[in-house]
């Protein structure tokens, strides 16, 4: 196996309830898993992960997008769909894994020259963001809020930097808020992430993170109140794989 894909480090060192700790896990996470990506999400999905990126895609608003930010873009799938679909809009891809962010940077350089003027991507905490108050029509992420370090924090700075009225749009791993609809799901996640995670890595915790992680993140109904209280409008809420993932968009308020 390529030394670059292992991952030696275990789940139990890291306490994902502490910020800090649970961004230096991600950070060491996604470098291994930066060398199979395009693989592992097809795999884990069933090979739905692009028709679901697509669908999020359907959903966003045509009309008044110039300027977007994509969080947790690893190696700019979705970022590159939202340029083809925004033919005039700039986009900020952002990313904590300097392994992911190579990727795409890789791609944007076999990239026409239109699409290198208005993308970038840069390295970057989702929990506290180099940008400016009211600046992006458009914040986009795919498998992005699951991850955050502190998820009341990046709803914070997602609201800071959205205009008002301005849009967010996220595809990410969703549980039940009831508790025997939820172990289910969170068993099932975690068993078929362990069994790819063992199969890519020799480590099973890799892709076991998922259900961890998503154990640790607030059901749908507790996620919907956090959106409400961090000063946004639900617009969209659809389930796919028995509610397991879930596109969401909102609204920032006016």
């Known amino acids: 196996m390529d030394e670059k894909r292992r991952f030696r480090y275990r789940l139990r060192d890291f306490d994902l309830s502490d ?35 697509r669908n999020l895609i359907r959903a966003l608003p045509r009309d008044g ?17 939202l340029a083809l679909h925004y033919s005039a809009a700039k986009i900020d891809g952002v990313d904590l894994s300097s392994a992911m962010l190579s990727r795409a940077n890789a791609a944007l350089e076999a990239s026409p020259p239109e699409l290198r003027d208005r993308v970038a991507f840069l390295e ?54 009831r508790p025997g609809l939820s172990a ?31 154990r640790a993140f607030p059901d749908a109904t507790a996620f919907d109140q956090m959106l409400s209280e961090a000063g946004f409008e639900l617009l969209l809420s659809r389930g796919y794989m028995f509610g397991l993932l879930r596109i969401t968009m909102i609204r920032k308020r006016a």
């Open 124 to 177: 970057g905490d989702m929990n506290q963001l180099p940008f400016e108050d009211e600046s992006f029509d458009l914040v986009t992420g795919g498998y992005a809020l699951r991850n955050s370090p502190d998820l009341g924090r990046t709803l914070s700075e997602i609201a800071r930097m959205l205009k008002p009225g301005g849009r967010a749009a996220f595809l990410d791993f969703s549980r039940s808020a």
């Open 19 to 53: 910020p800090a700790s649970k961004r230096e896990y991600n950070r060491r996470l996604f470098s291994p898993v930066a060398e199979v990506y395009p693989l592992v999400t097809r795999f884990l999905s069933f090979g739905r992960d692009a028709a679901w990126k």
């Open 184 to 214: 289910i799901q969170t068993g099932l996640l975690a068993f078929w992430g362990r069994l790819w995670g063992r199969i890519l890595h020799r480590n099973p915790e890799v892709y076991g993170y998922i259900a961890e992680s998503l």
């Open 65 to 81: 997008v110039g300027r977007i930010l994509d969080l947790a873009c690893g190696p700019g799938d979705l970022t590159f769909r």
